[in-house]
């Protein structure tokens, strides 16, 4: 039975092998323009070979003439004359132009991703298909989970320096990419995320944060980039700022007396400031206006349930505070 599996397997390699050699020299056979390219190009042609551009067998490919025009004259003089349509370099076609030669075969009708292509960020600044994807290879780097990210930061260069900062995404691992958030080909959300909105995009992978909750958070159903930087940051959790410096911008610090628990505030500590009859805090204060809880310490110490509670108590803790 062994046996019979391996002469199956090697009538099995040897049938992939000869379909191989012979899509390979599909080109190379053909009488049309796409044989006079294999006489200089052939090296080229070999780097593409497995690349879907290149298989011979497939009626939607037109070989080297469906994207370099029949650059007849090139033919003729290739010393001299460039191809009628050059993707990259010298006399390269525009953005708009080199992503109408892809349109071609890359409509709407065969790829979804395209339906909002026409009017997002890429196009509108000029950014080609040939920007991102490379044809002349066996297997673009956009498609390899580990690589694509540097394929985005030949633009976005501030993202390469977020992505490196110690609280991140494991993007340099290869476990997360750009792709699983972005959409590049056009989104309906704002960033070009995937889902209808940022959050949406982060529920993806972290679903607990969904809810619903008895006690919502506003800022954390509004939007998750309010407190967080998803590419990296200097602070745990990827936070743009540390607490309580984060939570201050929305929520007024304690106070006593109206005054900030800041150590070198005015009327914090003795003396007091007009119009105190006492400084804020004095030897015989305690309690949480004073100083000690404040600075230096954080608020999730006390409200734990950041992104929402569930308690159902209607005091002593207020499940608005969201409490634990």
Not at 215 to 236: K, L, M, Y
Not at 296 to 323: D, E, K, Y
Request: a positive charge; glycine letters at 8%.
């Amino acid at each position: 039975m062994k046996g019979v599996r391996m002469r199956i397997r090697s009538a099995l390699l040897a049938a992939c092998f000869g379909l191989l050699g012979w899509a390979g020299a599909g080109w190379a056979a053909d009488e049309g323009p796409s044989a006079k390219c294999m006489m200089c190009h052939a090296a080229d042609y070999e780097k593409m070979a497995r690349h879907p551009h290149a298989v011979a067998a497939d009626s939607r490919n037109f070989g080297c003439v469906g994207c370099h025009g029949i650059s007849e004259k090139h033919a003729e003089n290739p010393g001299e004359v460039r191809p009628d349509q050059r993707f990259r370099g010298k006399d390269a076609l525009t953005g708009e132009e080199a992503s109408a030669v892809c349109l071609v075969c890359h409509t709407t009708a065969s790829t979804k991703q395209l339906l909002l292509w026409a009017g997002s960020t890429h196009p509108q600044s000029g950014v080609a298909c040939s920007d991102c994807h490379t044809v002349h290879i066996n297997k673009d780097r956009v498609f390899v989970k580990a690589e694509q990210p540097n394929v985005c930061f030949a633009c976005h260069k501030d993202i390469r320096i977020l992505v490196n900062r110690p609280w991140r995404h494991p993007i340099q691992e290869g476990k997360v990419t750009c792709s699983d958030c972005h959409s590049p080909h056009g989104s309906a959300a704002p960033k070009l995320v995937k889902r209808d909105s940022t959050n949406a995009t982060c529920y993806q992978c972290h679903a607990e944060k969904r809810g619903p909750y008895v006690h919502n958070h506003e800022p954390v159903q509004e939007d998750c980039g309010t407190c967080h930087n998803p590419h990296g940051s200097n602070i745990a959790a990827m936070l743009n700022a540390r607490d309580p410096i984060l939570c201050n911008q929305c929520h007024t610090p304690h106070t006593v007396g109206g005054v900030g628990a800041v150590g070198g505030q005015p009327g914090v500590f003795p003396p007091a400031v007009p119009p105190q009859t006492t400084s804020a805090i004095t030897p015989l204060s305690g309690g949480i206006n004073t100083v000690n809880i404040w600075q230096g310490r954080s608020c999730l110490n006390c409200h734990t349930q950041i992104h929402g509670s569930n308690n159902p108590a209607a005091r002593a803790p207020v499940p608005s505070n969201l409490f634990r």
